[in-house]
């Protein structure tokens, strides 16, 4: 086990927002550790082909080129990429610990959890050897490639009538597969979808299998009712059954919704634990786009800053007049900042 000296900043995830919140604090001489993953590495543009959405690149860019590019330049301003996992996270105390699989034990004064989450999966044996052959979680990124074909939507809430109703630009039709016999969507939504010319309902239906070999041509329906069992021909397979943000790490660390995405305060990206930041789609259940993302990113970096600032600006002659470096961190001092306060006069005593 390696324990090494304490940084000012350690990143704990990668992708779009994780990337940018090392390119921020490594041009500000912050020299970060991005903790980027050995599997899930670059996040979940690693699985997407061409992105055309994200500014700056009109002719597209692959998603492992996007992170490829982003982790370069945030290597070019000093920032260090280790390929492992977090393992374990101890968040409070002005000095934060992160153990990773390898066994290396991290401390810092700031920690920035850029861990993303994943698209739910229907758990089914060929759903992920067709992932990029037919089989999406994401209509937005991969719409444009199904083209006059013949698409089917599994799920039932607002977001799979939202991917099925952007799919109707592209494809010849969309089929919404929905256990139940009615849309849970709200109902502006589902009826948006009903009046659809394009749009065509499998009620007390799922799938129970993908077929193809190179690519998805067909899956099998199985009636929730009867059991009765139907292929249904189709090229496009679009799962849109919500989405599990990567936070088991952070059970017992710092505070999250019901779902299990990271809560921030207001509009910062500022946890209930002082110099502990989130940023990217393990915050994110709204938007969950790569842009988002990296602003997110940007504004963990700067809101670490701003932490990082009010410590350093504490006078270690005098603790009880730390309180007034939270003033740097914005107008409204909030009881968190208050707690930050007392943090750095820990830091100052020690």
């Not at 080129?65 to 996270?89: C, H, I, P, R, S």
């Not at 939507?153 to 009538?161: E, K, Y």
């Not at 709200?186 to 009903?194: P, T």
Request: aromatic share 6%; net charge negative.
């Amino acid at each position: 086990m390696t324990e090494t000296p304490i940084r000012d900043i350690v990143i704990v995830g990668s992708g779009p927002a994780g990337y940018t919140a090392a390119v921020y604090a490594a041009r500000a001489g912050l020299a970060p550790l991005v903790i980027a993953g050995s599997v899930t590495a670059g996040g979940a543009l690693m699985n997407t082909t061409e992105v055309e959405n994200f500014p700056g690149f009109p002719t597209g860019v692959m998603g492992p080129d996007l992170m490829e590019a982003m982790q370069q330049q945030a290597e070019k301003f000093g920032a260090e990429v280790v390929w492992d996992d977090a393992t374990e996270v101890q968040l409070e105390g002005p000095v934060k610990t992160v153990t990773t699989a390898g066994g290396d034990v991290v401390q810092a004064r700031a920690v920035i959890l850029a861990t993303g989450s994943a698209y739910r999966q229907l758990g089914l044996d060929d759903e992920q050897r067709l992932s990029g052959r037919g089989v999406s979680w994401c209509a937005t990124c991969d719409g444009f490639f199904f083209r006059d074909q013949d698409i089917i939507v599994i799920g039932g809430g607002d977001s799979a009538v939202e991917e099925a109703t952007f799919l109707t630009r592209f494809g010849k039709s969309v089929t919404i597969v929905h256990r139940r016999d009615e849309l849970r969507a709200s109902k502006i939504m589902a009826d948006r979808a009903k009046n659809d010319p394009k749009i065509s309902f499998a009620w007390n239906s799922e799938v129970v299998a993908i077929h193809g070999t190179d690519k998805v041509t067909s899956v099998t329906l199985r009636d929730t009712v009867t059991g009765e069992e139907r292929e249904h021909g189709a090229t496009g397979v679009f799962v849109a059954i919500g989405h599990v943000p990567r936070t088991e790490l952070l059970h017992g660390q710092v505070d999250l919704d019901e779902n299990g995405y990271i809560l921030v305060e207001g509009r910062s990206t500022r946890t209930n634990l002082p110099g502990v930041f989130a940023c990217g789609d393990a915050v994110d259940h709204t938007y969950r786009q790569a842009i988002t993302a990296a602003g997110s990113g940007c504004a963990a970096a700067l809101d670490a800053q701003h932490y990082l600032a009010a410590l350093a600006d504490a006078d270690p002659a005098s603790p009880d007049q730390i309180p007034a470096a939270v003033e740097s961190l914005g107008d409204d001092v909030t009881e968190a900042d208050a707690e930050r306060a007392e943090v750095a006069g820990a830091l100052a005593e020690g």
